[in-house]
């Protein structure tokens, strides 16, 4: 008998072995696979139907034949161009692969077996995924409930109330993704003013650029008043950067430190900086994709509530919404018709689907898949 185990996978240290793994939505060309159609149209991942600023594209275009090098370990370029964009210093900006990586270097910088990290029920799933990596404890606080007017949002007072000695981070996504709900500046403010100083809160602003016209915080404007705050941001929505992986975190300069420790030295990669930097100049077409959102944000919830469906206040490119005991049904008629939307039963909303907001086009395609099922 071999003396090899035939499932050495199960050698994983226990919090690996019981993770449960993200649930990405389904690409394109796996609906094209399975079902043999053509011209689908995918809103399931919150990306940005206009893509990247052209300037972005001619970047990247340039920077492949700089691919035989290693990237600038300390991204340089992008650190600085941001550093001026945000009113911070270059030392306050960590780079990740995704602001996924950054999350994860917070939770590998932080956490460790015995203490904890809080976060609300239907947060984004990478917290709790995280958190369980490092052996620390995870501790999933109850929602808003629906007698409150941000049903299923964060509710900060409970949080506050599940931190204790052994707290390290606390995570905030504002909006929250799936949610797509928000705390309003002032609401996280008293929040954070309130919370002991051997905890960080690491607020995640992935959605920041669709706010505008909204009461939350640019949290970056508090990192002088509260140096235990960090702030996450990416070029994956808005940027239309999704497939590149850059984003970052922004914090005190000894959290950066830290974060900078556990990073991977090339953790972006040459395309990936050279398109974020294009990318960040090109406001315009930037607030362009936004506006188109923001119009379509209204216009859809419009036309899903008339049609008898509770959908739920965004502050993102998304709406989740209620469709009851046949969403999974709803969720597959609409494949069949070359939709790909997300189910969200990983998130305890077995009766919801999210959906992307995508152009006009397919919006329209999308309302109309979603009256004929
Ligand atoms: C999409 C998203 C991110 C961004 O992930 P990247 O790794 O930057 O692509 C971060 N937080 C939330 C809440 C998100 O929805």
């Not at 689908?40 to 340039?62: C, T």
């Not at 990596?133 to 900060?156: I, Q, R, W, Y």
């Not at 969403?327 to 998130?347: F, S, T």
């Amino acid at each position: 008998m071999s003396p090899f185990s035939d499932s050495p996978g199960s050698l994983a240290v226990d919090n690996v072995r019981t993770l449960a793994p993200y649930v990405p939505g389904k690409p394109i060309e796996e609906l094209e696979r399975e079902l043999g159609i053509r011209n689908i149209i995918k809103l399931a991942s919150n990306e940005n139907p206009f893509g990247p600023s052209p300037a972005a594209i001619e970047a990247m275009r340039r920077a492949v034949s700089d691919t035989w090098l290693y990237p600038d370990g300390s991204g340089h370029v992008l650190r600085h161009k941001l550093a001026a964009k945000l009113g911070v210093a270059p030392n306050q900006i960590t780079l990740g692969n995704g602001s996924n990586d950054a999350l994860v270097l917070l939770a590998e910088a932080f956490l460790k077996p015995g203490l904890e990290a809080v976060y609300s029920q239907y947060a984004f799933a990478v917290y709790p995924i995280a958190i369980q990596a490092t052996g620390a404890t995870g501790v999933a606080v109850p929602a808003l409930g629906s007698e409150a007017n941000m049903h299923l949002g964060h509710d900060l007072a409970a949080i506050a109330r599940a931190v204790n000695e052994r707290t390290r981070v606390v995570f905030i996504a504002n909006p929250n993704n799936p949610t797509g709900t928000w705390v309003t500046a002032d609401e996280l403010q008293a929040f954070v003013a309130a919370l002991p100083s051997h905890v960080i809160v690491a607020l995640d602003e992935a959605y920041f650029e669709y706010t505008v016209g909204l009461p939350l915080q640019n949290g970056i404007d508090w990192l002088e008043k509260y140096p235990n705050l960090v702030v996450f941001r990416t070029f994956s929505k808005a940027y239309g950067l999704a497939g590149v992986r850059v984003g970052y975190a922004v914090s005190h300069p000894t959290v950066a430190d830290m974060l900078n420790r556990v990073r991977q030295a090339f953790n972006v990669s040459v395309v990936g900086l050279a398109g974020a930097a294009a990318a960040l100049d090109d406001t315009p077409h930037v607030s362009a994709a936004v506006n188109v959102a923001i119009a379509e944000r209204a216009r859809l919830t419009a036309r899903l509530q008339a049609g008898g469906a509770r959908v739920i206040p965004s502050a993102g490119n998304f709406l989740l919404v209620h469709v009851g005991p046949k969403a999974r049904q709803k969720y597959e008629d609409l494949l069949r018709q070359g939709v790909i939307v997300r189910p969200v039963a990983n998130y305890q909303l077995p009766e919801h689907l999210r959906v992307t907001l995508g152009t006009v086009e397919q919006n329209d395609r999308f309302l109309d898949a979603w009256i004929a099922c």
